[in-house]
């Protein structure tokens, strides 16, 4: 049986995980746009971390929820305007 490719791991990885990463991050964000970059990111790593990710036999859902967790935790935050008397 041949081994799958690298992208095909990470497609079936996206085509399984982003709809719970997308609401996960929704739920946070209540922004759609900014919901979806941060699932975009969030593959971005899980594709630079995928051999570690393979080798685990841990599940990939916690760890990609985590990561979009962070994601938003790190993105710069806008100034609040001021109150005014």
């Known amino acids: 049986m041949p081994t799958e490719l690298?992208?095909?791991v990470l497609r079936a990885m996206y085509a399984q995980h982003r709809p719970a990463v997308l609401a996960y991050a929704?739920?946070?964000t209540r922004d759609r746009g900014r919901a979806e970059d941060i699932v975009q990111?969030?593959?971005l790593r899980a594709w630079r971390h995928l051999p570690q990710l393979l080798a685990?036999?841990?599940?990939v859902r916690p760890w990609l929820l985590h990561v979009a967790h962070r994601l938003?935790?790190?993105r710069p935050r806008c100034p609040r305007p001021a109150r005014g008397r």
């Open 6 to 8: 690298p992208e095909d």
């Open 26 to 28: 929704e739920g946070f």
């Open 41 to 43: 990111e969030t593959f």
């Open 56 to 59: 685990s036999d841990r599940p």
């Open 72 to 74: 938003h935790r790190r």
